[in-house]
């Protein structure tokens, strides 16, 4: 099958269920567009798989599609109405919207005729299979089906940027979270949810003032970093998951480790575990050598996830670090410090 005849299926399809009574004019289309995707990652040699949402479980949501390979996800689609103009959206489809593409690295926006293309919170590409003449009859060409061909060869194509340096990691960790924590916002408005059990248990037992929004920052923030911590230990990625980071998240944290073990439960919400795959896949493809290294480790005793929770911070909310007054301190001041603190206790006031 070529590639020609893949659009031309699809068309062919879209134009059918439009002129079928009773259906919606957005969701009775995905069904089209996921056969394109399919068919288009056979088609170009990618071993990739199209999970749907069905339905949205709210008014934030997540994307309509993901590719992933395996059980990671590649990248995002989110489906907009027929023919909708995608540079002039408005309401919750504009702030949805917005949010995807400054949160997530590889996210395509459609209306299933016209597709963009977004990397690292910039528009990369943008495609459309038809042009609307006053008779608003499909005239597809060579050229508007070669340019859909590569936007989704280099959409399925994608992986995460270059880790090479712990700034750069920060800030695709940084996007992640900061979605994770949305997801989290969002799944606490079902009361019935583990996470707003867990919710529940925190205000009683710890904070009686918890806010739901200081929880979803919190434990967005203990679930990405506790992911960090976990592929620290790791020699490498290649069989990094959540599964693993439960397993091998050290004896000497026991609440970080008890609170992964609903990570890996199947009871998880899944507008909270699909985010959370994101950020395994991202730190999957983090370079080892980096983690042993670029961090300025200089003694055994100095640790990543101590110091690099700064950098983190920083771009994850720099207010909330100046706030907090996050700020790494090394190793050779706090000695420094510290002994001259215990020679002025035991010479000044003989303690």
């Known amino acids: 099958m070529s590639f020609q005849t893949i659009i031309n299926n699809y068309l062919y399809n879209i134009r059918k269920t439009q002129t079928e009574p009773n259906t919606s004019a957005e969701l009775s289309l995905h069904r089209h567009l996921i056969d394109l995707l399919e068919e288009t990652a056979t088609f170009l040699g990618h071993d990739l798989t199209i999970i749907h949402e069905p339905q949205k479980i709210s008014d934030i949501g997540k994307p309509d599609f993901i590719a992933q390979e395996g059980l990671l996800p590649v990248g995002y689609v989110e489906a907009e109405a027929f023919g909708l103009d995608l540079d002039a959206l408005t309401g919750h489809a504009k702030t949805q919207n917005e949010r995807f593409i400054k949160n997530l690295d590889n996210f395509i926006l459609t209306n299933f005729v016209e597709f963009h293309l977004y990397t690292d919170n910039m528009i990369r590409a943008k495609a459309q299979l038809f042009n609307r003449a006053e008779n608003e009859r499909i005239q597809d060409t060579l050229s508007t089906t070669n340019a859909i061909e590569t936007l989704l060869d280099r959409f399925f194509s994608a992986r995460s940027g270059s880790l090479a340096t712990p700034e750069a990691l920060a800030k695709y960790l940084a996007k992640r979270t900061r979605e994770l924590r949305v997801q989290i916002e969002n799944v606490l408005h079902n009361q019935q949810s583990e996470t707003y059990s867990m919710f529940e248990a925190f205000q009683k037992l710890l904070v009686s003032t918890l806010t739901p929004d200081d929880f979803a920052d919190m434990y967005a923030q203990t679930l990405a970093y506790g992911l960090f911590t976990a592929r620290c230990t790791l020699p490498n990625g290649t069989n990094?998951?959540?599964?693993?980071?439960?397993?091998?998240?050290?004896?000497?944290?026991?609440?970080?480790?008890?609170?992964?073990?609903?990570?890996?439960?199947?009871?998880?919400?899944?507008?909270?575990?699909?985010?959370?795959?994101?950020?395994?896949?991202?730190?999957?493809?983090?370079?080892?050598?980096?983690?042993?290294?670029?961090?300025?480790?200089?003694?055994?005793?100095?640790?990543?996830?101590?110091?690099?929770?700064?950098?983190?911070?920083?771009?994850?909310?720099?207010?909330?670090?100046?706030?907090?007054?996050?700020?790494y301190t090394r190793l050779p001041i706090i000695s420094y410090i510290v002994r001259s603190v215990d020679i002025l206790l035991k010479n000044k006031l003989k303690k």
């Not at 609170?259 to 899944?270: E, I």
């Not at 050598?289 to 110091?307: C, G, N, W």
């Open 240 to 327: 990094f998951s959540r599964q693993t980071a439960a397993e091998i998240l050290p004896r000497s944290n026991p609440f970080l480790r008890r609170l992964f073990h609903q990570v890996v439960s199947p009871d998880l919400d899944r507008d909270i575990t699909w985010i959370l795959d994101d950020i395994v896949n991202l730190l999957r493809n983090v370079p080892t050598k980096m983690l042993r290294t670029a961090f300025d480790i200089q003694t055994h005793l100095e640790d990543p996830t101590i110091h690099f929770y700064q950098t983190f911070l920083n771009e994850y909310d720099a207010e909330r670090q100046v706030k907090r007054g996050v700020y």
